[in-house]
């Protein structure tokens, strides 16, 4: 019996990390894809859209079954001017479009820093308490809670994936990035792994990084739960990387947010 390719939407199709899960999606052949960003881009089928004009998404998310949402304003630290109005009210924008639509699931790009605050070599499990490292890391604990309302309130599934580090291309940038990285491929598996993942399963957080040597955070109950089998290995990319001759960039605090746990201070 043949089966119903699933309608994705992808928000923010032409950021680093949306552009490699487009290219990699549609490379599969398997889903009806809507790629959408603020401006659109013809050449690589990006249609135009606002995360704030919800007519737009509304229009946008007819038939779709899954969402991924990928956009997201790159000022960090304006959380008056850009986070707020454009990042989370998007997000709500997002939520109430897929609601309206019946979509199935919102997979929502989160990231590490939404716990940042953790010291380098504290294990931690996925459900600990939020610890925030910037406004940035804030306001992706605040739209994971959004999907959490969602889907006690209208039986939306939502899943979170905390993004470590994206770097776009075959290998880590510093010390740091080797233990959150991701690979392109790994991305990819792991979003059609949250795309296929049970209907009954409603909510999930989790960290998105490759299968790396001194990982962070243990993500090996994955394969079992949606199954995710991250195929690279960060640090051994990193040390290849290095002999190779990139700088071999010493970068890792005492904090597992890195540099962003500096950010947004006031007077300090």
Known sequence: MEHTRKKLLITGAAGVIGRSLLEGLRGMGKYDIVAADLNDDPGAG????????????????????????????????????????????????????????????????????????????????????????????????????????????????????????????D??????????????????QLAVCCIEANPEMRYLNLYGTSANTDNYYDIGYLEEKIGYRPEDDAAELWEEAKRRGAPDKQDETKYQGGGYVAKDQKGV
Request: net charge negative; charged share 25%.
């Open 46 to 169: 990006i249609v135009a859209m606002d995360v704030t004009d919800a007519d737009r998404l509304k229009e946008l998310m007819q038939g779709v079954h899954t969402v991924l949402h990928i956009a997201w304003a790159k000022d960090e630290e304006d959380f008056l001017g850009k986070v707020l109005p454009i990042n989370v009210t998007g997000a709500y924008h997002v939520y109430e479009a897929a609601r309206m639509n019946g979509v199935q699931r919102v997979i929502f790009a989160s990231s590490n820093h939404a716990t940042g605050f953790y010291r380098t070599g504290e294990d931690i499990e996925v459900d600990d308490p939020y610890r925030p490292d910037s406004f940035y890391g804030l306001s992706k604990c605040y739209i994971e809670l959004l999907g959490r309302y969602y889907v006690d309130k209208y039986d939306l599934s939502s899943f979170n994936i905390r993004i470590g580090n994206f770097s776009g291309d």
């Open 171 to 188: 290998h880590p940038h510093s010390e740091r990035s080797a233990h959150i990285w991701i690979s392109p491929r790994d991305m990819v």
